[in-house]
């Protein structure tokens, strides 16, 4: 079973930027990880996607981020970044990072979820 484990929220003031990191505990480009991504949860509201990085690269990000953050990947250090640039307020929230995984490749996917990070965007 992988692990994730995320690190880098904390406290900004609105306009500043913070990394995310997601650290797997298997090769990420592994040919039973699939997508992997990074959701929010703001405080009383659901669980939102916020940004998709497939395996082949292609990448996907919800409007209200679209040209602010930024979803990238170190094969090397197996580490799943995500660069929030010109944060905002309503950005607060815990962030997760999440990844389809299977045990082997006729299993079926099944989403994994590291812990959450604290992001805090003060006005």
């Known amino acids: 079973q992988v692990q994730l484990v995320e690190s880098g929220g904390g406290l900004v003031q609105a306009g500043g930027s913070l990394r995310l990191s997601c650290a797997a505990s298997?090769?990420?480009?592994?040919?039973?990880?699939?997508?992997m991504g990074w959701y929010r949860q703001a405080p009383g509201k659901q669980r939102e996607l916020v940004a998709t990085?497939?395996?082949?690269?292609?990448?996907n990000y919800i409007d209200s981020v679209k040209g602010r953050f930024s979803i990238s990947r170190d094969n090397a250090k197996n580490t799943v970044y995500l660069q929030m640039n010109s944060l905002k307020p309503e950005d607060t929230g815990v962030y997760y990072c999440n990844a389809e995984y299977r045990q082997t490749y006729y299993s079926r996917y099944l989403e994994v979820w590291g812990q959450g990070t604290l992001v805090t965007v003060s006005s």
């Open positions: 990085l497939a395996q082949g690269g292609t990448t």
């Open positions: 298997v090769p990420i480009m592994s040919i039973n990880i699939g997508a």
